[in-house]
């Protein structure tokens, strides 16, 4: 199971970190996945984090702007995310991807993932 928190209202050009608690040992297999969903558009890939820690992938929208890690310690996975703007708002989803390595596009898709946390709503106003 995973449970995505740390979603809430932010001003322009601020910060938020969520968290995503995830079950399990197997925890440190995963790949772990950030997506959003804004109103009326599809899911999108924003980032992820190999088993380790040691490879992240972004979407060109966030990067510079956002930064994944993990813990696998505590079975956790962040979202730093700086400098927001308006168009960031959306529901944030973190994944995990069974399949423990990243080729093609499978970390990019929603359909390269297994499991999805509920969601946690992030609202930028102007």
């Known amino acids: 199971q995973l449970q995505a928190s740390g979603g809430g209202l932010v001003q322009a050009g601020g910060s938020l970190r969520l968290s995503c608690a995830a079950s399990?040992?197997?925890?440190?297999?995963?790949?772990m996945g950030w997506f959003r969903q804004a109103p009326g558009k599809e899911r999108e890939f924003v980032a992820a984090i190999n088993r380790s820690g040691g490879t992240t992938y972004y979407a060109d929208s966030v990067k510079g702007q956002f930064t994944i890690s993990r813990d696998n310690a505590k079975n956790m996975v962040y979202l730093q995310m700086s400098s927001l703007k308006p168009e960031d708002t959306a529901v944030y989803y973190c994944a995990a991807r069974r399949l423990g390595y990243c080729s093609g596009s499978g970390c990019y898709d929603v359909g390269g993932y297994d499991a999805w946390g509920q969601g946690t709503l992030v609202t930028v106003s102007s």
């Open positions: 399990g040992r197997i925890f440190s297999t995963y790949v």
